[in-house]
T-cell receptor, first 118, second 113 residues
Framework: GAVVSQHPSWVICKSGTSVKIECRSLDFQATTMFWYRQFPKQSLMLMATSNEGSKATYEQGVEKDKFLINHASLTLSTLTVTSAHPEDSSFYIC??????????????FGEGSRLTVL | GENVEQHPSTLSVQEGDSAVIKCTYSDSASNYFPWYKQELGKRPQLIIDIRSNVGEKKDQRIAVTLNKTAKHFSLHITETQPEDSAVYFCAAGPMEYGNKLVFGAGTILRVKS
């Protein structure tokens, strides 16, 4: 299946700083990627759909100026948490769907990035 | 939009017993229903999925059933083992590329040896 890689795995930052998380599709091109957020012992909440070459589509209640998404190439999407605060501490996971073949539609996740804001 | 409900939130079974997790969905346009297993601190891993053109799919000890009329689907794990202990998520949405999937709240499965 498709391989999605995410970096960094862990990041600790001070309140007020910005943090960038990268999501790469390693063996396929992904014109669409999805960013999820997961709090401890909770489900995967979709934050936004990242579209290559165009603006991301944000879910209701997600601040687009707070969570900047850039999908500048067919294999890379980035999520920047701007002016991070402790309440932004969470597990952020990107994902992409298989485009073609027998496994069309399958959703594959990156390793996830655990953000801790002090 | 799609809404997915998942039950139970926690499930404890004895090793060797079966485990069943159920999900319901609201959008009749959804035609793809995957199940994911997530271990602590790790990414969700696809364990089985079903598309709306079939009612049941099996892969060794894992099976999924789909009732389109009632809009519900279930995960069945037989002969459970301690390594099956994890959080399981169901999801629903369109199969077509570019469309998002909506996830259930998750079920914590504990297999006691």
């Amino acid at each position: 299946g498709a391989v999605v890689s995410q970096h960094p795995s862990w990041v600790i930052c001070k309140s007020g700083t910005s943090v960038k998380i990268e999501c790469r599709s390693l063996d396929f091109q992904a014109t669409t990627m999805f960013w999820y957020r997961q709090f401890p012992k909770q489900s995967l909440m979709l934050m936004a759909t990242s579209n290559e070459g165009s603006k991301a589509t944000y879910e209701q209640g997600v601040e687009k100026d707070k969570f900047l998404i850039n999908h500048a190439s067919l294999t890379l999407s980035t999520l920047t948490v701007t002016s991070a605060h402790p309440e932004d501490s969470s597990f952020y996971i990107c994902s992409a769907r298989e485009l073609a073949g027998e496994r069309t539609g399958e959703l594959f996740f990156g390793e996830g990035s655990r953000l801790t804001v002090l | 939009g799609e809404n997915v409900e998942q039950h139970p939130s926690t499930l404890s079974v004895q090793e060797g017993d079966s485990a069943v997790i159920k999900c319901t969905y609201s959008d009749s346009a959804s035609n793809y229903f995957p199940w994911y297993k997530q271990e602590l601190g790790k990414r969700p891993q696809l364990i089985i999925d079903i598309r709306s053109n079939v009612g049941e799919k099996k892969d060794q000890r894992i099976a999924v059933t789909l009732n389109k009329t009632a809009k519900h689907f279930s995960l069945h794990i037989t002969e459970t083992q301690p390594e099956d202990s994890a959080v399981y998520f169901c999801a629903a949405g369109p199969m077509e590329y570019g469309n998002k999937l909506v996830f259930g709240a998750g079920t914590i499965l504990r297999v006691k040896s």
